[in-house]
């Protein structure tokens, strides 16, 4: 599979090399071939499978089956073997509008532009594509597709960090939610990914995704595209909407979701307060200036958090990435924080090692909220520090392995008091830290707090200000968290060293001396 993976991406990336095209020019026509590739695919299997139950096939019944369907002039065969000599740029704009007319999931969906790139090097692209194995599993196509969203953003560092999470933070997120049916919210969706690990879940779990009902709202027109180019890849029904969640509550999305799960822009603080108008979403109120002129510097965290928690239903769960510096703000973005902690529905707070992200270095956390929490633990909240759990990928980037994530997983599913699973090789893991398959607080990894404990530390959420540390060991406090509350604390002391050089200024010009 990686052998397959790498050479379908150097067969892309020539195109970068051939072309001129930035990574972002290049990025939707690749993937639209991908897309057209699969597509195939599973139209030419599901023929066979109508024919065979004695009917003759039609549009309706390839879509009855969840089939994108595909007109002649849009399957791939067709375009393989079209002459060296011909448009082949304008073959697939045409293919692409054949697709999305007959398939209205897909309308204003699929990339066009194909004539911007080169005719030999668009017929290299559909052969080297056509190498994908027609008799293997059916999420092979997906893998790929995946596997090729990682790699864009990775090339386009910070922008391509916008619309794609690795899918390793999103694992993490899913195995400790547990979306397995209901349904799922994604506020700021990107290119999907939440959604195609939680339908992997559900699977891996024997269910039927079909008891999965997916919501996302992406402020990004492009961004929304490759999301639903991304469902239909993997066969999955979904309701992507464009809008911008901070004013745009598109899905009414109040109290309605099993599940919320979001990698959210961190440490924003350019909101409009007078735009945000349903103030239901905001219970604990808006981290405002003191002045009440706009957002507190990173306060959008806290807008986030709020967005997640009322999304929820009564028995709901959330898990979302949060910058480390929310942990420990200070200001109104503390007092945020406490009435949160109150609610005694944050249940885990995960600390992350840096590097995990494409666009990010510094580290995060994820945090996650539990609706349904038994009565013994509505009082507890369980820290881990997974800061030194990962796997190197290059010099600057990591990832947590299957197994780490397994791992990391059953730390929770023991303070819960469920069955640990060994599926992903994490036995040997488990082995070190937990013998008996029981919980313990474990030194340097994990700590249960109390909700009185937590006050006392000024209702901050770092995992080191809980956990043990281990022996010979020095302290746990990130060395960012520290310098996040410093900066913040200098930044809020220069504005208000300038709003008392007005006033000063303006009592001057008062009395006839001006300066």
């Known amino acids: 599979m990686k052998d397959l993976e790498s050479k379908l991406w150097e067969a892309a990336d020539n195109l970068r090399e051939n072309s001129g095209l930035s990574a972002h020019d290049y990025a939707a026509p690749v993937l639209g071939l991908i897309f057209l590739k699969f597509a195939d695919i599973r139209f030419a299997r599901a023929t066979e499978e109508i024919k065979k139950e004695g009917r003759t096939p039609n ?19 067709f375009l393989l ?87 390793w933070i999103v694992k993490l997120i899913v195995n400790v939610i547990e979306p397995l049916k209901g349904k799922v919210f994604d ?3 990107g290119s999907g990914g939440m959604f195609v690990q939680s339908a992997e879940f559900v699977k891996a779990h024997k269910k039927n995704i079909t008891g999965l009902a997916i919501y996302g709202q992406e402020k990004d027109r492009t961004t929304v595209k490759l999301g639903k180019m991304n469902l239909a890849i993997h066969g999955l029904p979904g309701d992507i909407k464009e809008g911008n969640t901070y004013y745009q509550d598109i899905h009414e999305s109040v109290g309605k979701f099993d599940y919320v799960m979001a990698n959210p822009p961190f440490n924003t603080d350019k909101q409009d307060p007078e735009r945000i108008y349903n103030m239901q979403r905001f219970p604990f109120g808006l981290p405002t200036k003191k002045n009440g002129n706009g957002i507190t510097q990173n306060g959008g965290n806290f807008i986030w958090a709020q967005i997640f928690y009322t999304a929820l239903n009564k028995k709901g769960r959330a898990g979302f990435v949060m910058a480390n510096g929310a942990s420990s703000a200070g200001g109104i973005q503390a007092q945020i924080r406490q009435k949160l902690i109150e609610t005694r529905e944050v249940d885990v707070i995960i600390a992350c090692p840096s590097n995990l992200f494409y666009n990010v270095q510094v580290p995060c956390t994820l945090w996650f909220y539990d609706k349904r929490k038994i009565d013994k633990r509505k009082d507890n909240i369980l820290f881990i520090d997974a800061r030194k759990i990962f796997e190197q990928i290059d010099a600057a980037h990591r990832k947590f392995s299957d197994a780490q994530i397994e791992f990391i997983s059953n730390i929770v599913r023991l303070y819960r008091g469920k069955e640990v699973e060994e599926k992903k090789e994490s036995i040997k893991l488990m082995k070190i830290s937990f013998p008996d398959k029981k919980y313990v607080d474990v030194p340097g990894l994990c700590k249960i707090a109390t909700i009185e404990e937590i006050e006392k530390k000024s209702w901050v959420l770092s995992p080191g200000r809980y956990i043990d540390i281990v022996e010979n060991q020095t302290s746990d406090e990130d060395f960012h968290e520290k310098m996040e509350k410093l900066t913040a604390k200098v930044e809020e002391m220069f504005k208000e060293s300038d709003e008392l050089e007005k006033k000063i200024k303006k009592n001057l010009n008062k009395i006839g001396f001006k300066i």
């Open 81 to 167: 073997h079209q002459p060296e000599n011909s448009n082949i740029g304008t073959l697939l704009n045409e293919a692409m509008d054949k697709v999305e007319e007959n398939n209205e999931d897909l309308r204003g969906v699929l990339p066009r532009d194909f004539q911007k790139i080169e005719r030999e090097v668009l017929f290299n692209l559909l052969r080297s594509f056509n190498d994908i194995p027609t008799d293997t599993e059916e999420d092979l196509f997906g893998r790929i597709y995946e596997y090729f969203l990682g790699k864009f953003a990775l090339t386009e560092g910070q922008s391509g960090g916008e619309f794609f999470t690795p899918s």
């Open 59 to 77: 549009k309706d019944r390839y879509h009855a089956k969840r089939i994108i369907y595909l007109p002649e002039n849009a399957h791939y065969e």
């Open 187 to 189: 506020p700021a969706c």
